[in-house]
């Protein structure tokens, strides 16, 4: 692996079921994060995590819920999607949680729920 | 609130010159980053702007001005590669990122 992967690359959901996105790094970044991107808005933070073990709120983080158990790792889960959850995903991760620090994006998963 | 704006579109002729403008008003300001997206992938780096000047790499140049709140990013000779959306965030007071919209460039032959 060379990079930031995400599984799935799409995914049809169902109203009501859980899904859980992955988010694999292998650059030994310590932050990662999640961010939704719709159509006419600006990439949206859903959680962050600075280091392994810890995890953070973002900007819109009601519904989802994250992990990190370890450097490389980093899920997403839906707890129960609703319509409003269809969006584009993108997992990123940068070498520390620093201002100047580059954040590196994964190829992102399209999720529409019904 | 915190606001980021961008033209939503903008459209060039190929070998020609562009620029990009991206204001903001944030919580804080750690320092500004310009990503490009084409469509259908994931945001690519291409500058970051902390001090107030003029940054150039290559055919890319980013600009900022902290006291009036204010970026722009320029490309030069452009190329019909160079079609995608143009991303501004900014560093805000909490390390974050703050996104705009982007700005999508089509380039014309």
């Known amino acids: 692996i060379a990079g930031i992967t995400q599984a799935p690359t799409s995914q049809i959901l169902a109203a009501g079921r859980r899904m859980t996105l992955r988010c694999t790094q292998d650059m030994r970044h310590n932050a990662m994060y999640w961010y939704r991107q719709d159509l006419g808005l600006g990439l949206r933070l859903i959680h962050y995590?600075?280091?392994?073990?810890?995890?953070g709120k973002g900007e819109v983080p009601d519904g989802y819920s994250v992990s990190r158990a370890n450097t490389d790792d980093f899920p997403l889960t839906l707890a129960s999607a609703v319509p409003s959850q269809t969006s584009v995903y993108f997992c990123?991760?940068?070498?520390?949680?620093?201002?100047?620090?580059?954040?590196?994006f994964g190829p992102g998963t399209r999720l529409l729920v019904l | 609130g915190q606001n980021i704006d961008q033209p939503t579109e903008m459209t060039a002729t190929e070998g020609a010159i562009v620029q990009i403008n991206c204001t903001y008003q944030?919580?804080?300001?750690?320092?500004l980053f310009w990503y490009q997206q084409h469509a259908g992938e994931a945001p690519t780096f291409l500058s970051y702007n902390v001090l107030d000047g003029l940054e150039e790499k290559g055919r890319f140049s980013s600009f900022l001005s902290r006291s009036k709140g204010y970026s722009y990013l320029l490309l030069k000779e452009l190329q019909m590669k160079d079609s995608a959306s143009y991303l501004c965030a900014v560093v805000d007071s909490n390390y974050q990122l703050i996104w705009g919209a982007g700005t999508k460039l089509i380039i014309k032959p």
């Open positions: 995590s600075n280091t392994a073990g810890t995890t």
């Open positions: 944030t919580s804080g300001f750690n320092g």
């Open positions: 990123a991760s940068s070498a520390t949680s620093g201002s100047g620090e580059t954040q590196y």
